[in-house]
């Protein structure tokens, strides 16, 4: 059986407890900008939030590229989102690569030159690259002023955040 049947046969039975009431239009307090890396899928309970409360975006290398940014519009202008969290994490895997390696080999394995993507946004500084993906957000016209973006970093190994400077000093302030 692949994982997909396998899930789908354990969501036949697991639904029949679902709770209707979460089919509600959403009404998230905070979006949540983080990586698609499994360490990171028991991030909002370790914040002590409430499903219901959090628009969780996800992707790989918790980059705000133009997708992030048409979400966390909709999120604050539609939704009524008030803050803006972005949380990286150390021992990234894009920190293991630079994107024009990997961009050759797959040249080479494949014989092929795609258009997309055009960047794979590897990185090898996480607070570095913290502090760019909450520039890029705050940076666009379209996210009002008045929402606070801040950026973390969670450590994969205690399951503790830290918050990152905007201005390049991490500070001190964990399980913020």
Known sequence: MSIIDGALAANSTLADGYDPALGALPHPKIAVVTCADPRLTSVVRLMGLPDADVDLIRNVGTVVDDDVVRSLIISTRVLGTREIMIINHNECGLTAFSGDELAAKLRDETGSEPVAPATFYSFTDVEQNTREQMLKARSHPWIAADIPVRGFVFDVHTGRL???????????????
């Open 162 to 176: 830290t918050e990152v400077s905007a201005q390049g000093d991490a500070s001190s302030q964990t399980g913020a």
